[in-house]
């Protein structure tokens, strides 16, 4: 995690440093640790006043400032977990690529130990350059990371490649940089979201589950390094970066997707809501109004969990219960009826837990041990039943 961390940020002479503010504030916001050191050509775009206000530190710039107490451009990589450069120029690369430490910033990043991040930012044509793209391929090669850079509009008015990658993207990154890499190694699928069961051509029933505790899970998995597999329902779009989202609508397509992936999984975690009830006929045309009430069948649908539960090997099965009434026995008769490891139980009557809800309120219910555990973020009930397969 980003809190405490020291983040030694270098922001190199593009129109973008005034976007590097709002990143310092992000940052700031997370308990991080920051030193700022800006390319003269920086301080052109933006007032080293600006970025020690928001930082909160003081902006280095000046090479043969006095050396008496600290040689800074040492001293400050000494200080720092990581080093970050947005953005980071054409220029800038260029002088990284071939060692060429005519500023501080790249004095600095010549002395750096620890991993360099750079965040590009740049016109289109100056970043497909050869030279510009010879450099960063140069960089990578001696371990420099990079966040690419966004397609969009750009100072220059014109669309294309170059834009530097959102602030909260760039704040994301660093959150998963810092994430202990416990799952690596681990397949994980998730299941998110509701499933549908059609009707007719037009009809489906289905349930309100909004997915996000689902996807925070596949998410939290992915930061930790896991090799992660989501399978979701149809629910509003999530941000995801870097996971294999398998969407599905039926129950049957739920249950395949997963079974497609199970035999070489470590985990399954059952967050969707799968739809209970399916209809006994579904039509292929749209069933018309006949003045008389509508009569139909329902049958049960497969029970997805179970049938893992029962198929698991060497897999860790988890499921939820979402209950109302006899959380306890009832989850824990889920946990035997389905042969799952693990049920997360939580109170739908309970202000913070449920449907569409940022936080939750669960407890963890296995073979002989329940844990309750107080109403917590879903991020945060993510990171503990991630616990459970490490
Ligand atoms: N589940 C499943 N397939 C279903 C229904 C539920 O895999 N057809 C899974 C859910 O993903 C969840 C767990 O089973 O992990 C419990 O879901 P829940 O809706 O609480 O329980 P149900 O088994 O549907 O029982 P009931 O609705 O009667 O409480």
């Not at 983040?7 to 700022?36: H, M």
Request: hydrophobic share 40%; charged share 25%.
């Amino acid at each position: 995690m980003i809190e405490n961390k020291n983040i030694l940020l270098g922001v190199s002479g593009g129109i973008a440093s005034y976007k590097v503010l709002d990143l310092c504030s992000r940052l700031k916001k997370k308990n991080a640790n920051l030193q700022v050191i800006m390319t003269p050509a920086a301080t052109e775009f933006v007032s080293p006043l600006s970025f020690e206000t928001m930082a909160k530190c003081k902006v280095y710039m000046d090479m043969w400032e006095g050396h008496h107490e600290s040689v800074h451009h040492i001293d400050l990589p000494k200080w720092a977990d990581v080093m970050l450069i947005a953005p980071a120029t054409a220029s800038t690369i260029g002088k990284m690529a071939n060692g060429i430490a005519d500023n501080f910033l790249i004095a600095s990043y010549l002395a750096c130990e620890k991993d360099v991040i750079i965040a590009p930012s740049m016109n289109t044509q100056m970043l497909l350059n050869p030279a510009t793209q010879k450099n960063i391929e140069i960089l990578k090669s001696y371990g420099v990371k990079v966040i690419a850079p966004e397609s969009g509009i750009l100072a220059c008015n014109t669309v294309g490649d170059g834009r530097l990658e959102e602030p909260k993207n760039i704040v994301e990154y660093l959150e998963e940089y810092f994430t202990n890499k416990d799952l690596k190694g681990k397949k994980v699928i998730v299941s998110a979201g509701p499933t549908i069961e059609p009707i007719d051509f037009v009809r489906y029933v289905s349930n309100h589950s909004s997915g996000k505790m689902g996807y925070n899970i596949a998410n939290e998995a992915k930061k930790r390094g896991a090799d992660v597999v989501l399978v979701s329902g149809p629910v509003k779009p999530f941000a995801i970066k870097g996971i294999n989202r398998i969407e599905v609508k039926t129950n049957e397509e739920m249950k395949n997707a997963i079974d497609e992936n199970f035999d070489n999984a470590d985990a399954l975690i059952m967050a969707a809501a799968p739809v209970d009830y399916k209809s006994s006929i579904v039509s292929d045309h749209k069933i018309k109004k006949s003045g008389q009430n509508l009569k139909m069948e329902f049958v049960e649908n497969t029970d997805i969990l179970k049938y893992f539960g029962n198929k698991k090997t060497k897999q860790k099965v988890i499921g939820f219960a979402a209950e109302t009434d006899d959380l306890i026995e009832n989850a824990s008769a889920k946990l035997k009826k389905k042969n799952a490891d693990y049920i997360i139980a939580n109170d739908l009557t309970k202000a913070g837990a449920g449907f569409n809800m940022d936080t939750n309120i669960a407890s963890i219910i296995s073979k002989d041990n329940i844990k309750n555990l107080e109403k917590m973020s879903k991020t945060e009930l993510a990171n503990q039943i991630l616990d459970l397969i490490r």
